[in-house]
């Protein structure tokens, strides 16, 4: 009777943390789903020029059948490369294709209503609802059942989950087509995935399968990412070949390959376009690097006239900082991942823990997750080219792939002191910040972080 009673509280407690995990999901999704529709930029619902120029593919190949950008509804975007006299995206080309034939489905449902030529605005806010919004509400779902594995207390349950939903740069940047979100939340598939094979040993084809592609999706879209794949692929092949071999490298494939094939057909390449430094050699353009300083000497475009300013890019930009400055700030200046998001230093405290506790499979999620961190704070520093911080937005978006990881072991470092006051209280004004930076981003994703802005007109810094 005694295991029969425990077993149905046990029932109970599960079913009562699904139901505020739900509200939790819903709420999140109200509050994206609403600044969906609040958006407003220089150009429609467009935030910046670098979703400008996705969008400007979008339309150029599902309206006029071609990658080529010369001719939109809107201003050029600055980032833009010319090759044979025509201009492209310097965005990969793969994103925009899959944006446009859920564009070409909806005008052809709609009986051309929902167009751009109709009705724009809403044709982005549907667009960037189901390519952002859609695959959040999964991210949030998945974690949720990982956090019924991890037999917390109701106070951490509860704390990740409000960290995961309204704590990192993910809700804020899913009101604008960008391709780091998708990029995080194909990580968060694979990883869940993979966290079924490799810690609880399920063998079920449907968790190689959201590996694999979801793994491949991420490398495609976050190309550093790169590195995520090659790590679980030879994980897995070590571990459980022969599924590895038969499902989760073909699916894996698929999506790199869709890159190259797309890549071939917008430039005739697979090289991406933006890796060629003479197609930046046009008037006008932004990205022109005089050989002699290395530094940009390009002009830029007026969003709202169209017309060439004849102006060298000298904010974020162009900076080139010194190395120790640049880390600096990556992790706790301006554009800080502790700064801005502090809640990732219980994050890093649990992978902290795991590593020192004895080997378990948990303990190799957390070598891939501080090796990863570390490879990109490592390439971004000192083989990324300019050290600019991802350019005018908010957060280091280059590294937003990476935040499934960090949420991973958020419950791990939560349980360390959680019943300490002190504890709790210095936790809560971590999400508490966190959440600020978050919906101060909300204004437009592609501005400066409240630091960075801070900083600014006080005078600390100049860019």
Same mark, same amino acid.
């Given at each position: 009777?005694?295991?029969?009673?425990? $077993?149905?509280?046990?029932?109970?407690?599960?079913?009562?943390?699904?139901?505020?995990?739900?509200?939790?999901?819903?709420?999140? *999704?109200?509050?994206?789903?609403?600044?969906?529709f609040l958006a407003r930029g220089n150009t429609l619902p467009?935030?910046?020029?670098?979703?400008?120029?996705?969008?400007?593919?979008?339309?150029?190949?599902?309206?006029?059948?071609?990658?080529?950008?010369?001719?939109?509804?809107?201003?050029?975007?600055?980032?833009?490369?010319?090759?044979?006299?025509? !201009?492209?995206?310097?965005?990969?080309?793969?994103?925009?294709?899959?944006?446009?034939?859920?564009?070409?489905?909806?005008?052809?449902?709609?009986?051309?209503?929902?167009?751009?030529?109709?009705?724009?605005?809403?044709?982005?806010?549907?667009?960037?609802?189901?390519?952002?919004?859609?695959?959040?509400?999964?991210?949030?779902?998945?974690?949720?059942?990982?956090?019924?594995?991890?037999?917390?207390?109701?106070?951490?349950?509860?704390?990740?989950?409000?960290?995961?939903?309204?704590?990192?740069?993910?809700?804020?940047?899913?009101?604008?087509?960008? $391709?780091?979100?998708?990029?995080?939340?194909?990580?968060?598939? !694979?990883?869940?995935?993979?966290?079924?094979? =490799?810690?609880?040993?399920?063998?079920?084809?449907?968790?190689?399968?959201?590996?694999?592609?979801?793994?491949?999706?991420?490398?495609? $879209?976050?190309?550093?990412?790169?590195?995520?794949?090659?790590?679980?692929?030879?994980?897995?092949?070590?571990?459980?070949?022969?599924?590895?071999?038969?499902?989760?490298?073909?699916?894996?494939?698929?999506?790199?390959?869709?890159?190259?094939?797309?890549?071939?057909?917008?430039?005739?390449?697979?090289?991406?376009?933006?890796?060629?430094?003479?197609?930046?050699?046009?008037?006008?353009?932004?990205?022109?690097?005089?050989?002699?300083?290395?530094?940009?000497?390009?002009?830029?475009?007026?969003?709202?006239?169209?017309?060439?300013?004849?102006?060298?890019?000298?904010?974020?930009?162009?900076?080139?900082?010194?190395?120790?400055?640049?880390?600096?700030?990556?992790?706790?200046?301006?554009?800080?991942?502790?700064?801005?998001?502090?809640?990732?230093?219980?994050?890093?405290?649990?992978?902290?823990?795991?590593?020192?506790?004895?080997?378990?499979?948990?303990?190799v999620f957390a070598l891939m997750s501080l090796f990863l961190?570390?490879?990109?704070?490592?390439?971004?520093?000192?083989?990324?080219?300019?050290?600019?911080?991802?350019?005018?937005? $908010?957060?280091?978006?280059?590294?937003?792939?990476?935040?499934?990881?960090?949420?991973?072991?958020?419950?791990?470092?939560l349980s360390e002191c959680e019943n300490q006051r002190w504890?709790?209280?210095?936790?809560?004004?971590?999400?508490?910040?966190?959440?600020?930076?978050?919906?101060?981003? *909300?204004?437009?994703?592609?501005?400066?972080? =409240?630091?960075?802005?801070?900083?600014?007109?006080?005078?600390?810094?100049?860019?």
């Amino acid at each position: 009777m005694n295991g029969l009673r425990d $077993n149905l509280a046990s029932a109970k407690g599960m079913s009562e943390r699904r139901q505020l995990d739900s509200l939790i999901i819903c709420l999140t *999704t109200g509050i994206v789903l609403g600044l969906i529709f609040l958006a407003r930029g220089n150009t429609l619902p467009m935030h910046s020029v670098n979703d400008l120029s996705r969008w400007a593919t979008v339309y150029s190949l599902a309206e006029r059948g071609t990658y080529q950008i010369d001719t939109t509804p809107w201003p050029p975007s600055i980032d833009r490369v010319q090759i044979d006299g025509h !201009s492209y995206s310097t965005k990969p080309p793969l994103l925009p294709t899959l944006l446009a034939a859920e564009y070409l489905l909806l005008k052809k449902l709609s009986l051309g209503h929902l167009s751009f030529q109709n009705s724009p605005e809403a044709v982005i806010r549907v667009i960037v609802a189901t390519v952002n919004l859609l695959p959040l509400v999964a991210f949030l779902f998945l974690y949720s059942r990982y956090l019924e594995d991890q037999n917390l207390s109701l106070w951490a349950h509860f704390f990740s989950m409000c960290s995961a939903a309204l704590g990192t740069y993910l809700t804020a940047f899913s009101i604008t087509l960008n $391709n780091h979100t998708i990029a995080a939340f194909s990580a968060s598939f !694979s990883l869940y995935g993979l966290y079924r094979i =490799w810690v609880l040993g399920e063998r079920k084809a449907i968790l190689f399968m959201l590996a694999g592609f979801f793994a491949g999706f991420t490398a495609v $879209n976050e190309f550093p990412a790169i590195s995520f794949l090659v790590l679980i692929t030879a994980g897995l092949l070590w571990k459980v070949p022969v599924p590895t071999l038969r499902i989760f490298v073909p699916l894996a494939l698929l999506p790199v390959s869709a890159h190259f094939l797309t890549n071939y057909a917008a430039t005739g390449t697979l090289v991406p376009a933006y890796s060629d430094k003479s197609a930046y050699e046009f008037p006008g353009s932004y990205w022109k690097i005089d050989p002699q300083s290395g530094r940009l000497v390009g002009s830029r475009v007026d969003s709202l006239t169209g017309r060439v300013v004849l102006e060298n890019p000298t904010m974020i930009d162009n900076q080139y900082e010194p190395w120790p400055v640049y880390l600096f700030h990556m992790l706790i200046g301006h554009h800080g991942i502790i700064t801005l998001s502090p809640i990732f230093l219980l994050s890093f405290l649990g992978i902290f823990l795991c590593l020192r506790c004895p080997p378990t499979p948990k303990r190799v999620f957390a070598l891939m997750s501080l090796f990863l961190t570390s490879l990109m704070l490592v390439f971004y520093t000192f083989f990324a080219g300019q050290r600019n911080y991802g350019g005018m937005c $908010n957060g280091l978006r280059w590294l937003f792939w990476l935040i499934p990881f960090w949420l991973f072991f958020l419950p791990t470092g939560l349980s360390e002191c959680e019943n300490q006051r002190w504890f709790r209280t210095a936790a809560l004004l971590c999400l508490l910040i966190s959440a600020a930076s978050v919906f101060y981003a *909300t204004r437009n994703p592609w501005t400066r972080p =409240w630091l960075h802005e801070w900083l600014f007109y006080e005078g600390w810094i100049k860019y």
